[in-house]
């Protein structure tokens, strides 16, 4: 495979346009789902280049099903990489970045306190049925029903049944 | 905790990203990695998802199929000989749980976890030029497709793989230090399996397959074509036992951790474990549901985006497959075509 000459500074054309708009116009969205599973962006980051790179691999740009298919494949593979987080690593990107802009507390005792809930709560997602788990991160990065319907493959109906049984079943593993 | 303390629990600032910065990333990872982009198609075919799904769940079989064993204790009989198909739904949470037992680990070294497991006479995959040979080489009669949807042309390509033996004895050590090396505690294996010995059996096989690369292997990159149409026709696996009982050895997988209440069960729900190979299906990308072909019951299994069918049976003492980019009933008349 011959590859085109690297051009300092400037970003190499090796994508079509069509790619070139699904990335920008979805990197962010994919990003923020993977997030919500592991709440740390670089991780988050990393988990998104993979999912585009799956994706351009084996599917074309322009497939009426892309951003489906990326919305799903940042849940599932943010849900996977949770879970391949032994206790330990999980416990110290807890503590790596603040559980959220209000939760960036000067009290150590704060900080701490929302870390150990942090970490708690990428186990209950580790530990959650899969279509659960996704079905959260999905709504709470900001899905419609719809978007999540066809990211999921299940009716838009049925949208909101899953997703209070998934709101239940957070609720109770993390009581 | 209502509904905003779960979305405070799951985080409530978006990450600020650069998507020009992570587009010049990506850009550069797939020159760095000689990536290719899937080739534009026409019509839908295989996914990547699909295969991968097939490709997971492939390894869970090992360990499904491995259920499926009945016997005497001290005495060698032949206890498993598929006699009908049955889906078996995994879910991701399954596949995750047997790829963090196996990562990175090929088939022999995640056997390894278990026990020790040897070929006695290993599978070597070869390429013959017409069906008469593959036949041939295989010792029955391979069957073909007398009609083919408009999507698949051209030639098939044939693929024969010999009868391939292999020998799997439990090891309570090696189940101890593999758990160990996971960090994770595995329940004692039974002393009555500990040193027990499968034998298994698979093969001949053929594979004719339509729409792979005629060219050199590997020239479009990382990437590999698609196949349009795969057709498997093998003898059916067998396996034989010289200890372990199917309520010992079902018992004792279903004890590890990570496998779902709905892997549990539908494991539980095999009427004859002894005559049924279970089909692991992914629960999250594919539906399947018994099927009529060749006048026998067989399975079908549908990637759940419409894309990829596979319909699976076994007749005659032969197990037969049908993949490909089709509708269901583009796949029966596919299979209930072969003569």
Redesign the interface.
């Known amino acids: 495979?011959t590859?085109p000459a690297?051009d300092p500074g400037h970003?190499?054309?090796?994508?079509?346009p069509a790619?070139?708009r699904l990335?920008?116009s979805e990197?962010?969205r994919v990003?923020?789902i993977a997030?919500?599973v592991l709440?740390d962006?670089a991780e988050?980051?990393d988990v998104?280049?993979d999912v585009?790179?799956?994706f351009?691999?084996?599917?074309?740009?322009d497939a009426s099903?892309g951003r489906a298919?990326l919305h799903a494949?940042a849940a599932?593979a943010a849900?996977?990489a949770v879970?391949?987080r032994?206790r330990r690593s999980r416990r110290e990107a807890a503590q790596a970045v603040p559980?959220?802009?209000?939760a960036a507390q000067d009290d150590p005792a704060e900080t701490v306190a929302a870390s150990e809930?942090?970490d708690e709560?990428r186990a209950v997602l580790a530990r959650m049925?899969?279509?659960s788990a996704a079905i959260?991160?999905l709504r709470?990065a900001g899905l419609s029903y719809a978007e999540i319907a066809a990211a999921l493959?299940v009716r838009a109906s049925s949208v909101g049944t899953l997703l209070r049984r998934a709101?239940d079943a957070?609720?109770r593993e993390?009581r | 905790m209502n509904n905003t303390d779960i979305e405070r629990a799951l985080g409530t600032t978006e990450p600020q990203v650069n998507a020009d910065d992570a587009l010049a990333r990506f850009q550069a990872r797939v020159q760095s990695e000689g990536i290719a982009p899937v080739v534009p198609i026409a019509r839908p075919r295989l996914t990547s998802r699909w295969m991968q799904g097939l490709a997971a769940a492939a390894g869970v079989v090992i360990v499904a199929s491995a259920l499926a064993v009945s016997g005497v204790a001290g005495s060698i009989l032949q206890i498993f000989e598929p006699k009908s198909v049955v889906a078996v739904p995994i879910t991701q949470g399954d596949l995750t749980a047997l790829n963090t037992a196996c990562a990175g680990l090929n088939l022999q070294e995640c056997m390894g976890a278990y026990g020790t497991f040897v070929w006695t006479t290993q599978p070597q995959p070869k390429e013959v030029q017409s069906r008469s040979l593959a036949s041939a080489a295989a010792g029955f009669a391979v069957l073909a497709p007398a009609t083919l949807p408009a999507s698949v042309t051209g030639d098939p390509r044939y693929g024969v793989v010999n009868r391939s033996s292999a020998t799997f004895t439990f090891s309570a050590d090696a189940t101890r230090q593999s758990a160990a090396r996971q960090n994770r505690t595995a329940p004692p294996l039974p002393a009555n399996i500990d040193g027990s010995k499968l034998f298994i059996t698979g093969g001949p096989a053929v594979i004719q397959i339509w729409g792979a690369p005629a060219g050199t292997p590997g020239a479009s990159g990382a990437y590999p074509d698609v196949p349009t149409l795969v057709i498997g026709q093998a003898k059916a696996p067998t396996v034989s036992s010289d200890g372990v009982t199917v309520d010992e050895l079902r018992a004792y997988l279903l004890s590890q951790p990570g496998i779902s209440p709905q892997l549990a069960a539908a494991i539980r729900a095999i009427g004859d474990p002894s005559s049924t190979l279970p089909v692991p299906v992914p629960a999250e990308l594919a539906i399947s549901h018994p099927v009529t072909v060749q006048g026998v019951q067989g399975l079908y299994v549908g990637d759940n985006t419409g894309i990829a069918s596979a319909v699976i049976w076994q007749k005659d003492g032969m197990m037969f497959e049908v993949i490909g980019s089709f509708t269901e009933s583009q796949a029966l008349a596919i299979a209930n075509s072969m003569h």
Do not use: C, K
């Open positions: 495979m590859l690297r970003v190499i054309a090796a994508v079509s790619f070139e990335f920008r990197y962010a990003v923020g997030h919500r709440a962006q988050a980051e998104a280049q585009f790179i799956s351009y691999r084996g599917h074309p740009a099903y298919w494949a599932h849900l996977n879970r391949g032994d559980l959220d802009a209000t809930t942090r709560v049925p899969e279509r959260l991160a709470y493959d709101e957070f609720r993390l």
